[in-house]
C-alpha cells in the first residue's frame, strides 16, 4: 500500500502537481513512516508554495531518528531558505505598509524580527514605524532594545541613539510646567477733545462801529440741498413711469383686442406665442412704470420732509482773514 502510494506521489512530482504528491507522500509515511516519504512529502510542498506547511513537514523530518543525513542537510538549507522567503515577505509587506499605516507596519517588522532574531536592524525598522505612528512608548522601548543588542558598529546605531535622544529631550521638556503667559496690559482709552465752535463777533462790532461784544456761535443746521434733489429728481421718476405706462396703453388695449373670441368662440387676432410675448412684453413695461413711479414719488416726499424739517437759509457775518474787513457767507 505505502509503494503505490508512493509511486503516485512520484508519478504528480514528475507532472507538476505538487501539492497531490505531498498528499501521496504524506499518506504513504502513515501507512509506513518511512524518514524518505516525509522528506518527499516537505520538499513537494515546499515546491507547490505551500510554504508554511513545507516548514512544519521539514522540522518533523529533522526531528526523525535514522533519516539520511544527507537529505537532512539539505532540509536544514531548504527550512532556511524558507525562513528567508518568509522575512522577506515580510519586510516587503511592511515597507508597502509604512507610508500609509506605520502601525501594522511596525507590526510586520517585529515579526519578521521574530523570524531572523539575528537581523537587529528589523528592530530598528519597528522603532521607526512606530514613532511615525506617534506610539512614542513603543518606539522608545524598541530602540533601547536595539542599542542594548547591536553591536557598537552597527551602521543604524548613531541614528537610534539620535531618535532615543531627541525623545527623551522632548518628554523631559513637556513635562516641565510651563509658565503662565502675563496678560497684556489693555491700552488707555483715548479721548477725543469735545471741539469747540468757533467764537465770532456781533455784526455790530464789525460793520457800523457798535458795541465790541462777542455774539453767540450761530446753530448749526443742516443742508438743504439734499432736499430739493431728492424732490427734483422723484418727480422726474415718477413723471417719466406715468409717461412709459401711458405710452404702454395703446399695446394693451391692441392686446386685449387681438384676444378678444369670435363668434364660433376661437381667438383669430393673434397666435398663442404672438399673444404670450406681447403679454411678456407688455407687463414687464408695467412693472418699469409702477416701479419708477413708486421709487419716484418716494424719493419726493423724502425730499419735501427733508425741507420742512431744516430751518431756512441763514446769512452769518464771519470776521475775515483781518479784523479791518468782513466777509459775508451763505449758509444752508
Do not use: C
Not at 80 to 94: F, I
Not at 201 to 213: E, F, L, Q, T
Not at 268 to 297: C, D, F, K, P, Y
Request: charged share 25%; net charge neutral.
Amino acid at each position: 500500500m505505502a509503494v503505490t502510494l508512493a509511486k503516485q506521489a512520484t508519478k504528480s512530482f514528475e507532472t507538476g502537481d505538487f501539492a497531490r504528491a505531498s498528499e501521496f507522500y504524506l499518506a504513504a509515511w502513515r501507512t509506513d513512516p518511512k524518514p524518505d516519504f516525509l522528506f518527499g512529502a516537505a520538499r513537494s510542498a515546499h515546491l507547490g508554495a505551500l510554504n508554511d506547511k513545507a516548514v512544519e513537514l521539514y522540522q518533523q523530518f529533522l526531528a526523525t531518528e535514522g533519516a539520511d543525513p544527507e537529505r537532512q542537510k539539505r532540509a536544514k538549507e531548504y527550512l532556511a531558505e524558507l525562513e528567508r522567503a518568509k522575512v522577506q515577505s515580510r519586510v516587503a509587506e511592511a515597507e508597502r505598509t509604512q507610508r500609509d499605516d506605520p502601525k501594522v507596519a511596525a507590526g510586520l517588522y517585529l515579526d519578521a524580527f521574530k523570524l531572523a532574531p539575528n537581523e537587529l536592524v528589523l528592530l530598528f525598522k519597528a522603532a521607526v514605524a512606530e514613532q511615525s505612528a506617534h506610539d512614542l512608548a513603543a518606539a522608545e522601548r524598541l530602540l533601547r532594545d536595539y542599542l542594548a543588542k547591536a553591536p557598537a558598529d552597527a551602521p543604524d546605531r548613531n541614528q537610534a541613539q539620535a531618535r532615543l535622544d531627541s525623545m527623551t529631550r522632548k518628554a523631559k521638556e513637556d513635562a516641565e510646567p510651563k509658565p503662565e503667559p502675563k496678560p497684556e496690559p489693555k491700552p488707555e482709552p483715548k479721548i477725543a477733545p469735545i471741539p469747540h465752535p468757533p467764537v465770532l463777533p456781533r455784526p455790530d462790532a464789525v460793520v457800523g462801529g457798535g458795541s465790541n461784544d462777542i455774539a453767540k456761535p450761530a446753530e448749526l443746521t443742516k443742508p438743504r440741498w439734499p432736499g430739493w434733489a431728492m424732490v427734483g429728481g422723484g418727480t422726474v421718476l415718477a413723471i417719466a413711469g406715468l409717461a412709459l405706462y401711458a405710452a404702454t396703453t395703446p399695446d394693451i388695449s391692441a392686446y386685449n383686442k387681438g384676444i378678444q373670441k369670435d363668434a364660433s368662440g376661437q381667438i383669430t387676432g393673434l397666435s398663442s406665442q404672438e399673444a404670450q410675448a406681447q403679454a411678456s412684453s407688455i407687463n414687464a413695461r408695467v412693472g418699469v412704470a409702477w416701479a419708477m413711479t413708486g421709487v419716484g414719488a418716494a424719493a419726493a416726499g423724502v425730499g419735501a420732509w427733508w425741507l420742512l424739517t431744516s430751518p431756512p437759509n441763514a446769512v452769518a457775518i464771519v470776521p475775515g482773514p483781518s479784523w479791518t474787513g468782513a466777509g459775508v457767507a451763505v449758509r444752508f
